[in-house]
């Protein structure tokens, strides 16, 4: 089936320490995107990129960081210079040439700093 | 500060009533809106989108209604059954570059059924 999948699902780190979050789209999308939520609240955009080796900060890329070396993958690193890492992650992909604005989510991923 | 927000932060329905959830948004030049269904701990599913163009647009028992002199979009579910209770997001279009894919969230409205 065709969808975003996003790993792990529940994570937990340690303060000081880099963690990775995955993302990988079948849907031969162009553009994807990295969500953060907070209990309570709505979706903030971290990092979103339109086309391969291509990407831009969202609202919020302090202490993020993004790479695009595949289509398929987008994968979103939380470093050690996030001060409140702890949130739900939800990557998502639209086509990019879609007239809607219509975004595909994954199931989200739970970091937990300890 | 967001542009899109909701009225109400959680809305208590009987079974087989109807639904409204509102929002308002800030950007008059706003021109495309999406609302969102999130249930928990899973990622938002879509439900339905409007142009501006457009006051009224009409899915399965849902239905979006945009009132543009007033900045207002609400959506409709009519015979609410227990499981539409979830998380309902509007969303607002933010063109990035050429990218139609980018929204700025209200914070939802956490909708409840009741048997």
């Known amino acids: 089936d065709g969808g975003i999948t996003q790993s792990p699902k529940y994570l937990f780190r340690k303060e000081g320490q880099n963690v990775t979050l995955s993302c990988e789209q079948n849907l031969n999308h162009d553009a994807m995107y990295w969500y953060r939520q907070d209990p309570g609240q709505g979706l903030r955009l971290i990092y979103y990129s339109q086309i391969v080796n291509d990407f831009q900060k969202g609202d919020i890329a302090e202490g993020y960081s993004v790479s695009r070396e595949k289509k398929e993958s987008f994968p979103l690193t939380v470093t050690s210079a996030q001060k409140n890492p702890t949130a739900f992650y939800l990557c998502a992909s639209s086509s990019s040439g879609t007239t809607t604005g219509e975004l595909f989510f994954g199931e989200g991923s739970r970091l937990t700093v300890l | 500060g967001e542009s899109v927000g909701l009225h109400l932060p959680t809305l208590s329905v009987q079974e087989g009533d109807n639904s409204i959830i509102n929002c308002a948004y800030s950007n008059s030049a706003s021109d495309y809106f999406i609302w969102y269904k999130q249930e928990s701990g899973k990622g938002p599913q879509f439900i339905i989108d409007i142009r501006s163009n457009m006051d009224k647009r009409q899915g399965q028992r849902v239905t979006v209604l945009l009132n543009k002199t007033v900045k207002h979009l609400s959506l409709q579910i009519a015979a609410t059954q227990p499981g539409d209770s979830a998380v309902y997001f509007c969303?607002?279009?933010?063109?990035?570059?050429?990218?139609?894919?980018?929204?700025?969230f209200g914070k939802g409205t956490k909708l409840s059924v009741k048997p």
């Open positions: 969303a607002e279009n933010r063109n990035y570059g050429g990218s139609q894919g980018n929204l700025i």
